[in-house]
């Protein structure tokens, strides 16, 4: 299938944003459309007219003599006042509003990565992991599986709260095999994914051609309305920056990297191992085995995208 057609099932949309605004252009463009239209016509008109008449008449005596005074006036006043005024007035504000679609930001980051060539490929002509380094952005393909050791714990603390942990201790004398008993053991389980489930991330494994690659996912990321391992066995193509690198069998990637004190965890968990063993043998079946390390070739790689 070409890649164009590859559906992703997680985007690290973090990291996609941020190696986006260092490759391509930093910014992303936004544009609004608004027009804006006033017309306003304003008129006044004023009429005055004003008329004013006086008749006055005055008559004065004094010891001598007798005056007499008679006035007409007339006052007439007019005034008109005539005022028009009109207004037109249109303005269009632009600003360009483009939302783009996270896939398509991340097609375009992949081109952009490819047209650098800081992408290496694994492939059936390039399986080598040898000239891969922390740091690489890698491209590969392989089969996703499920995380053993999470699995693993989720399933044991569901099967001993079913059998019900005092039955058990009840039931069974375990002195014998050391000082816990099966209520301790599923609480100190939940402790320990309890530290594996912190920051909301979880691993997956990826089988590329024989080599091991573990993935720490953001569950923030993928699909709210699918599970991941829905899709377990399914093959993957995978676009991820390289953490960490196991060349050789004698290295390995823990996978309780997590919890901060991963060889006091892996030595608790191979100590619970002899009470599932126990179980077994009497009929309570229960997983026995915990895979704490995955041992190289094996590559930790944070990625970008996980597409089908």
């Known amino acids: 299938m070409p890649a ?5 099932i997680y985007l690290n949309q973090d990291e996609i944003q941020n190696l986006s605004s260092i490759l391509i252009d930093g910014y ?15 008129g006044r008109y004023q009429h005055n007219n004003k008329s004013q008449f006086s008749n006055d008449y005055k008559n004065t005596k004094g010891d001598k003599d007798d005056n007499t005074v008679i006035g007409n006036s007339c006052y007439n006043y007019g005034d008109i006042f005539r005022y028009l005024e009109g207004r ?19 097609n375009t980051l992949r081109d952009k990565m490819n047209s650098l060539g800081i992408i290496k490929y694994i492939n059936d002509s390039n399986l080598s992991i040898n000239n891969i380094y922390s740091g690489d952005y890698v491209d590969l393909t392989g089969c996703l599986q499920v995380n053993t050791i999470s699995n693993c714990i989720d399933n044991c603390i569901f099967i001993l709260s079913n059998y019900g942990t005092s039955h058990l201790d ?16 599923c609480e100190l389980l939940k402790t320990i994914q309890k530290e594996l489930n912190k920051g909301a991330t979880f691993d997956i494994i990826i089988n590329c051609l024989g080599v091991n690659c573990v993935l720490p996912i953001n ?9 991941i391992y829905d899709d377990a066995s399914c093959d993957c193509c995978i676009l991820g920056k390289v953490s960490k690198v196991a060349y050789t069998p004698s290295e390995s990637i ?17 100590s619970f191992i002899p009470y599932f063993h126990f179980l077994n043998n009497n009929g309570f079946l229960i997983p026995g085995e915990f895979i704490t390390s995955i041992n190289g070739p094996a590559l930790e790689i944070i990625p970008l995208s996980i597409c089908m």
């Open 254 to 270: 823990g996978m309780l990297r997590k919890t901060g004190l991963d060889p006091y965890y892996t030595k608790l968990l191979n």
């Open 28 to 42: 992303f463009e936004s544009i609004t459309i608004k027009q804006i239209s006033d017309n306003t016509v304003t």
């Open 170 to 185: 009840n039931l069974f004398d375990t002195k014998h095999i050391g000082p816990l008993t099966y209520t301790m053991i």
């Open 4 to 8: 164009e057609l590859f559906t992703p």
């Open 219 to 227: 569950s923030t990321y993928t699909s709210k309305h699918s599970y």
């Open 88 to 106: 037109n007035f249109d303005r269009n504000d632009v600003t360009l509003k483009r939302i783009y679609a996270s896939f398509s930001i991340y």
